[in-house]
């Protein structure tokens, strides 16, 4: 008896421990086409590899953003997007073509924003989640109110980032060490990654307590590269390993350090980093491995 009375306190004691355990959203940017592609990989089998991952580790629902421009000009990569919906995950807008707030005017770039919609109509879900391009809301504040009343007006939310390590270098990084077949070079590329990871995981949830007193509920971004899908379960596996338990995005924004983005009618608000540096607290600072992936495998020139 006494032993049945010690389980049951322990599943009692399971969702608040749960609770305590650090929230991550994960999502996807760049669908259906990133970066250049290792030999004999496509399009569509890099998604089902993501989606099999994030199947086999529950860690859905996860938002993918769309460049609808790109399943047009490459039409074979199309249908990952049915894929992902058929995996029932959702989709939200990246603008048409990925354009950089900086370099076009309000105007087009709301026709961005308005050029992807159709797609995300007919894929259906809860699809009004925008996510800038290069996460660049603008420099120019006339801009940026115009863009921010726009997606207002629309019914957007903005799906914030607040956790992310540079994934989409390792992609073109591993197309040419995969083109070359430099298996040294890539478990070089596998061991950088899940350690820049990690890395940018302790300093956004440093960020947060200086910030908030707490963790938040992070969003990460990825994007749908050919290394993000190979690398996927492992990495997947060592945020659990840390302690993080999966959310989707909507909840991981339903908490008030995400007011400012949840409703693009508010004034923006700072972002997560500059709200830690803002306090003085000291920071750790992650390693940069651009110039060592930018040099890795410099004789390969995949397609």
């Given at each position: 008896m006494k032993k049945v009375l010690v389980a049951l306190l322990c599943l009692a004691a399971l969702p608040a421990m749960a609770?305590?355990?650090?929230?991550?959203?994960?999502?996807?940017?760049?669908?259906?086409?990133?970066?250049?592609?290792?030999?004999?990989?496509?399009?569509v089998g890099v998604g089902d590899a993501l989606i099999?991952?994030?199947?086999?580790?529950k860690a859905g629902p996860v938002y993918g953003f769309i460049n609808a421009a790109q399943a047009?000009?490459?039409?074979?990569?199309?249908?990952m997007l049915d894929r992902w919906r058929a995996a029932r995950l959702p989709l939200g807008n990246h603008a048409w073509?990925?354009?950089?707030?900086?370099?076009?005017?309000?105007?087009?770039?709301?026709?961005?924003?308005?050029?992807?919609?159709?797609?995300?109509?007919?894929?259906?879900?809860?699809?009004?989640?925008?996510?800038?391009?290069?996460?660049?809301?603008g420099k120019d504040p006339a801009k940026r109110a115009a863009v921010r009343a726009e997606l207002a007006k629309r019914g957007y939310r903005?799906?914030?980032?607040?956790?992310?390590?540079?994934d989409y270098m390792w992609n073109d990084a591993y197309a040419r060490c995969a083109t070359s077949g430099d298996a040294k070079a890539i478990a070089w590329l596998e061991q950088s990654f899940l350690d820049a990871a990690r890395e940018s995981a302790e300093l956004s949830r440093a960020e947060a307590k200086a910030a908030y007193g707490r963790d938040i509920p992070y969003v990460l971004l990825m994007h749908v590269g050919a290394f993000d899908a190979r690398m996927l379960p492992r990495l997947l596996a060592q945020y659990r390993?840390?302690?993080?338990?999966?959310v989707s995005l909507p909840m991981a924004e339903s908490d008030p350090a995400y007011a400012a983005?949840?409703?693009?009618?508010?004034?923006?608000?700072?972002?997560?980093?500059?709200?830690?540096?803002?306090?003085?607290?000291?920071?750790?600072?992650?390693?940069?491995?651009?110039?060592?992936?930018?040099?890795?495998?410099?004789?390969?020139?995949?397609?």
């Open positions: 609770k305590d355990r650090p929230a991550l959203a994960i999502t996807f940017d760049d669908l259906p086409v990133h970066g250049p592609l290792p030999p004999n990989a496509t399009r099999a991952a994030m199947r086999a580790a047009e000009k490459m039409p074979s990569a199309a249908p073509n990925h354009a950089d707030l900086d370099q076009v005017s309000a105007e087009a770039f709301i026709d961005e924003i308005a050029h992807n919609e159709p797609v995300l109509q007919a894929k259906g879900g809860d699809w009004r989640w925008f996510r800038y391009p290069y996460l660049n809301e903005i799906a914030a980032v607040t956790m992310g390590f540079g390993k840390a302690g993080f338990r999966f983005d949840i409703n693009p009618a508010l004034p923006p608000a700072p972002t997560l980093d500059q709200r830690a540096r803002d306090t003085g607290t000291p920071l750790p600072s992650p390693h940069s491995y651009a110039a060592e992936l930018s040099a890795i495998c410099p004789a390969a020139t995949p397609k």
